[in-house]
């Protein structure tokens, strides 16, 4: 049987998740984006609502919802401000490895940590010398006794400057390749551990990115969350698991193009007519439509694979390279729409276009998904 109604609990969910975008995200989101400076305020509200680290599971304080329910969330919020929203689903990001490789203490210790207060937590992989190709990372860890001491570092880390803790792939020996590597959870006030400064980014500037440095960072054993050789495997399929997200992210944010362009359309009037008349107008916003329709149905069967134990990271990679280059197109065409009006601060679009671009690159850049993509296709795999 196929449904594509949402639960009743999911249409509440995005009830609430679309009314606090409307009065706590939309009225700070222009503001925060100028200053580039996360509105930790708004981030307390959400969590104490309920709409950040949804997939928690109930025995560590989390709401224990599905991946489709958390996606549904991140629609909603991405919609006011793709910048604030990705400060919030980083926890997620970080909880993922957590969730799927912790053993019941650290689950209990870090988890509970993100759901006993609102909190923080990163995840580590880029590095200076490149993001794309994760088994050539060369951040390094020595085992000594029973800890481990890590050196390196770790560049473009959504919410470094503010995380309580560090979710840290590292390598044995970097000729190893994804042989090398395992992950560890740090905490912040490791000695040794030092945060580098914000970065000044084009787009999403509410979203907090810094470097992370480690200088014979001690790490407890009890933090080790994959052993030498499994690392990369729970990076990967940490991914596999939200990618989906960003797909939900690019549909709430081209939702928000095509809206704020369709109300654009109706009033702008050139050669005497509502602009939305002239044709090759209606196609932008048609276009707009099909595209914002055609990521939803993506993201939301990727995450329903994940809720029903379906393993199929090549679904979670066509809603994450799909929706991303559609946002891109979309909030394109969203500035054009608007014309001059488009290319400055007054009106929301430009920013939409700043924001869509980092899509493109995060969590596996649209080239690379295309890779998994033409991998798993030439394997015949899914
Ligand atoms: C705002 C922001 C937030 C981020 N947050 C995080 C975070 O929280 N944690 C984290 O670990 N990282 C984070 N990143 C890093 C991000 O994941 C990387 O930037 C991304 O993976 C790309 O890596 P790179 O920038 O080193 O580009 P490179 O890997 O150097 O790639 C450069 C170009 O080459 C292309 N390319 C590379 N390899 C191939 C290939 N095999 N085939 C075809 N093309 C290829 C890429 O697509 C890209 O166009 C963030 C980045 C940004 C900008």
Redesign the pocket.
């Known amino acids: 049987m196929l449904d594509f109604n949402l639960s009743e609990e999911q249409t509440a969910l995005c009830e609430a998740a679309r009314r606090f975008t409307k009065e706590r995200i939309i009225p700070v989101a222009a503001a925060a984006d100028r200053d580039a400076k996360f509105p930790k305020e708004v981030f307390e509200e959400a969590w104490r609502l309920g709409l950040i680290n949804g997939t928690v599971p109930t025995e560590y304080g989390g709401a224990g919802l599905g991946e489709l329910d958390n996606a549904l969330i991140t629609e909603q919020l991405a919609y006011g401000c793709t910048g604030i929203q990705t400060s919030m689903l980083?926890n997620t990001?970080a909880g993922t490895p957590v969730l799927l490789a912790g053993n019941d203490a650290q689950k209990r210790k870090y988890l509970g940590m993100l759901t006993a207060e609102p909190r923080f937590a990163?995840?580590?992989?880029?590095e200076p010398s490149?993001?794309?190709?994760v088994a050539a990372l060369k951040t390094q860890f020595r085992k000594v006794g029973s800890d481990y001491v890590l050196n390196g570092e770790?560049c473009?880390?959504?919410n470094a400057s503010l995380a309580s803790f560090y979710v840290v792939f590292a390598t044995a020996d970097a000729a190893k390749k994804h042989k090398g590597i395992a992950a560890f959870i740090v905490d912040r006030e490791t000695p040794g551990l030092h945060v580098g400064k914000h970065e000044d980014?084009m787009g999403?500037r509410a979203?907090d990115?810094a470097a992370v440095h480690f200088e014979d960072v001690k790490v407890s054993g009890e933090n080790l969350l994959a052993p030498e050789g499994e690392g990369f495997k729970l990076a990967m399929e940490t991914f596999n698991q939200t990618r989906p997200d960003i797909g939900a992210m690019a549909t709430g944010l081209m939702q928000r193009c095509l809206d704020e362009s369709v109300a654009y359309s109706r009033e702008r009037k050139a050669f005497g007519v509502p602009i939305g008349e002239h044709q090759l107008v209606g196609a932008m916003l048609a276009d707009m439509a099909i595209k914002t329709e055609a990521t939803r149905l993506l993201y939301q069967k990727a995450a329903w694979n994940l809720d029903h134990g379906v393993r199929m990271p090549i679904a979670s990679a066509f809603a994450k390279a799909f929706g991303a280059d559609a946002a891109m197109q979309c909030s394109t065409d969203a500035v054009q729409v608007f014309g001059g009006n488009g290319y400055v601060k007054d009106y929301p679009v430009e920013k939409l276009m700043r924001d869509a671009k980092?899509l493109q690159?995060?969590?596996?850049?649209?080239?690379?998904q295309r890779?998994v993509i033409a991998r798993a296709l030439l394997k015949g795999s899914s």
């Open positions: 980083a990001l990163s995840y580590c992989t880029t490149g993001g794309s190709d770790k473009w880390i959504t980014k999403q979203s990115t980092v690159i995060y969590e596996g850049t649209s080239q690379i890779v």
